[in-house]
């Protein structure tokens, strides 16, 4: 099964299809529900992944808190 990861700082780049997205490569594992704590005005990159943690798709936006 695919499952999600994610990546943020002050600028994400997204992983090019079948890059590695595991935490060794500074990725975080997501359930796809749970909010994620970061910092307004930083990147978040959020990625699926199929089971050895390749990128199959991938997007990235601004930050912006609630």
Known sequence: GNSY???TAA???LPAYN???NTTA????WD???EITTTTGN???VIEVNS???AIK???TTVTSK
């Open 19 to 21: 890059d590695v997205c």
């Open 58 to 60: 991938a997007g990235k």
């Open 11 to 13: 600028s994400v780049t």
């Open 43 to 45: 990147e978040i990159a």
């Open 52 to 54: 050895s943690y390749k």
């Open 5 to 7: 990861m994610y990546k």
């Open 26 to 29: 500074g990725y975080t594992t």
């Open 32 to 34: 796809g529900t749970s």
